[in-house]
């Protein structure tokens, strides 16, 4: 089922136990987030590189007084180093009381799609 899809299904009523999530682009393959983890969505800001972290990690900035890492999620996800730019954005999600910032190349849209049609995600560690 594609973002548009679940769009006309929420749409017409028909999606029920919903999950509304939110579509971001990384390398040309389009990802999603359940939109309740996104804080946020901000423009690229140029992070503090931090010695002895990870490739995927790019540093910190401040967002409003918190010390937040950003994460290159195409780096992290192996699907290469991002080449940042202006263009490229930040996603803030928040999981319990911390925070982290998705270096994403663009937010596509909002959409409903049914909680059974959401896979379970796949083991990774959890250093960040």
């Known amino acids: ?4 899809d679940a769009g006309t299904l929420a749409k017409q009523g028909s999606v029920p136990d919903s999950l509304e999530l939110i579509s971001f682009e990384i390398g040309g393959q389009e990802l ?5 983890m996104v804080r946020e969505i901000r423009g690229w800001t140029p992070a503090t ?3 002895q972290t990870p490739d995927y990690v790019l540093g910190v900035i401040n967002l409003r007084g918190t010390v937040m890492p ?15 730019s202006s263009r490229h954005v930040i996603v803030v999600v928040q999981h319990d009381d911390r925070l982290a910032g998705l270096l994403v190349d663009a937010v596509q849209e909002t959409f409903m799609v049914a909680s059974s049609l959401v896979q379970p995600v796949p083991p990774m560690d959890s250093e960040f």
């Open 32 to 36: 999603c987030i359940d939109i309740r």
């Open 70 to 84: 950003v994460i290159d999620l195409r780096c992290r996800l192996g699907l290469g180093v991002t080449e940042v």
């Open 1 to 4: 089922m594609t973002a548009a």
């Open 49 to 51: 590189h931090m010695p």
